[in-house]
């Protein structure tokens, strides 16, 4: 008898978005403790890019020298409980969740029940399936890493993205002062946010503004470590989250950042962020109170996957993009 087989989108090797397309595959099967969803949503991160692509130096991290072993990417996702292993507690058949999962762009994907939480029916599947990954970075950056307090004035740098967007909504709900860095045709959106200030990058340069922050977030900026050294007030914290130049970002805020921490600053990078069901948990009572809403730039159908990724790949994304099932 022939198993229950699902729609997916699949790749066999690594490359441009063209090695992806669609494949009939066998419909996964829950173990004991993971949760069977019948996906609705997915996100696009850029790991998944990586994971895409796979750069000589990431293939030993995307699994795999020669050939990628994950055939499936994304792993953010929003959807409908399908069917539960014998040791789920947390979850019954119907519900509605959203979180990290194994393989979600396909109709049907598995995810550990510690992993999901349940999805706020004030957001879309849409929405929800673009909080894991760039939520919970931007929340352990802000709240673990840099000690964000209320009254602190905040400068986010590269605060249009996934993360940067999170970034901003996150910092305000703390009760900062924050301030968005973007560019013209993400000024609006920024204010949208809940930016108290924005400043276009293309007009002004907030290193030579004489401003002081009490934490510098770099989300997608191209500074080096010592780029934001100055920005920063007596005791402030820099974290570099992420970068448009992100190897050499990393490399230089490792060698340089323990060096340049004296007389109360504090610069360094947050680590890789750590998903877990708590702070997915702080991200859903965000999103129930309306302190953060996801924004969603381009919406595609599962057939439009490959469109999708090319998109994305243009490096131009506002906020998420977003797929369909």
Not at 9 to 37: F, Q
Not at 231 to 242: A, D, E, H, N, W
Request: charged fraction near 25%; include cysteine.
């Amino acid at each position: 008898m022939r198993p229950p087989w699902m729609k997916a989108i699949v790749r066999k090797e690594y490359g441009s978005p063209d090695v992806l397309h669609p494949k009939e595959v066998e419909k996964p099967t829950p173990t004991d403790g993971e949760v069977l969803l019948r996906v609705r949503a997915a996100s696009i991160n850029k790991s998944d890019w990586f994971q895409l692509t796979a750069p000589s130096v990431m293939r030993l991290l995307a699994g795999g020298l020669r050939r990628p072993k994950r055939q499936i990417l994304l792993s953010d996702v929003a959807g409908q409980v399908e069917a539960v292993g014998k040791n789920v507690k947390s979850f019954q058949p119907g519900d509605e969740v959203f979180g990290d999962a194994h393989w979600g762009l396909a109709e049907y994907a598995c995810a550990r029940e510690d992993l999901l939480v349940p999805k706020p029916t004030n957001v879309s599947f849409e929405q929800a399936a673009c909080v894991p990954v760039a939520g919970i970075t931007a929340l352990q950056g802000l709240r673990d890493k840099g000690k964000v307090q209320p009254g602190q004035k905040v400068l986010i740098d590269g605060a249009s993205g996934g993360v940067g967007c999170f970034a901003v909504q996150i910092a305000k709900s703390f009760g900062a002062e924050v301030t968005a860095v973007c560019s013209t045709r993400n000024l609006e959106q920024a204010g949208q946010m809940g930016a108290d200030h924005v400043i276009d990058y293309t007009k002004e340069d907030f290193g030579k503004n004489g401003q002081k922050y009490d934490l510098i977030a770099g989300v997608n900026g191209d500074r080096s470590v010592l780029g934001y050294r100055d920005s920063l007030g007596p005791k402030g914290t820099y974290v570099m989250i992420g970068g448009s130049k992100v190897l050499g970002q990393l490399i230089g805020t490792a060698l340089l950042g323990p060096l340049l921490s004296t007389g109360g600053r504090k610069m360094g990078f947050m680590g890789v962020a750590k998903l877990n069901q708590k702070d997915l948990l702080a991200l859903k009572e965000l999103l129930q109170e309306g302190k953060i809403k996801p924004l969603i730039d381009r919406s595609y159908p599962l057939d439009e996957s490959v469109d999708a990724f090319r998109y994305f790949g243009e490096g131009h994304v506002r906020s998420k993009v977003v797929i369909t099932i």
